[in-house]
């Protein structure tokens, strides 16, 4: 079904996007920085865990898709590559825009209730359903079969480092946001980098084909 290599790669990328400073790992240090590492772990694993929604659509859709046009399937990841590359560029063109605002109080909310939230906030994120069903399709090989597996796999493979790092960031977010702060440029690069993986994959479904 998936292959170690095909998941290695996978991973790498899912990583690296991961780790870019966005809304929701800026979000989870903020909580964690504001309301201490409890509160930072509970929303973080909240917005990891809101991911198994967005696999879960992607099983289903795409796996239609593919038992009904192979043809279709190839358009997705044609016009998902290039989505990814529209990301890319957006990325390059605004690295270190986005910068950790720790100030926000998160009020008297419970782990549970901030759980909750990181949850629901991720899950009902139309950008997030449309970077899934664009990233996962393109380290599907149909030709493998089980197409549905392949993308349950990437899907919980994705939920699950997004949790580990989440958590991480929830954990020790007073000394990373501290980092960020006297480190502008490592938020720089990191964008940069994540901009050049994007538009990467995006042109590997061009060149492939």
Same mark, same amino acid.
């Given at each position: ?8 790669? *996978?991973? *790498? $990328? ?6 870019? %400073?966005? %809304? ?6 903020? =909580?964690?920085?504001?309301?201490? @590492?409890?509160?930072?772990?509970? /929303? ?13 659509? $992607? =099983?289903?859709?795409?796996? $239609? ?7 279709? /399937? ?15 560029? !957006? ?7 986005? !910068? ?14 901030? +759980? $909750? ?14 970077? +899934?069903?664009?990233?996962? %399709?393109? +380290? ?9 597996? !392949?993308?349950?796999? #990437?899907?919980?493979? /994705? ?5 580990? #790092? *989440?958590?991480?960031?929830?954990? *020790? ?10 480190? %502008?440029?490592?938020? #720089?690069?990191?964008? @940069? #980098? ?11 479904? +061009?060149?492939? @084909?």
């Amino acid at each position: 079904m998936v292959t170690a290599s095909q998941l290695l790669g *996978f991973l *790498f $990328a899912a990583v690296l996007l991961t780790a870019t %400073p966005g %809304p929701d790992n800026l979000m989870v240090l903020s =909580v964690g920085m504001s309301r201490g @590492r409890r509160a930072g772990i509970a /929303f973080g694993l909240g917005c990891a865990l809101g991911c198994l929604s967005h696999t879960l659509l $992607a =099983v289903l859709g795409v796996s $239609a898709l593919v038992a009904a046009s192979p043809t279709a /399937f190839a358009l997705l990841k044609a016009v998902g590559g290039a989505y990814l590359v529209w990301l890319g560029i !957006q990325a390059l063109r605004h690295a270190g825009a986005v !910068q950790l605002n720790a100030d926000g109080k998160a009020g008297g909310e419970s782990l549970k209730r901030l +759980f $909750a939230k990181g949850l629901l906030a991720n899950a009902v994120n139309p950008k997030v359903v449309l970077f +899934f069903l664009s990233f996962l %399709p393109q +380290f599907v090989v149909a030709s493998q079969g089980h197409v549905e597996w !392949q993308l349950g796999l #990437l899907g919980l493979a /994705f939920t699950a480092q997004a949790s580990l #790092l *989440f958590g991480l960031l929830g954990f *020790f977010s007073g000394s990373v946001g501290a980092w960020l702060n006297r480190r %502008p440029k490592a938020g #720089l690069w990191l964008d @940069r #980098l994540a901009g050049i993986v994007f538009i990467g994959l995006g042109i590997r479904i +061009f060149v492939s @084909r």
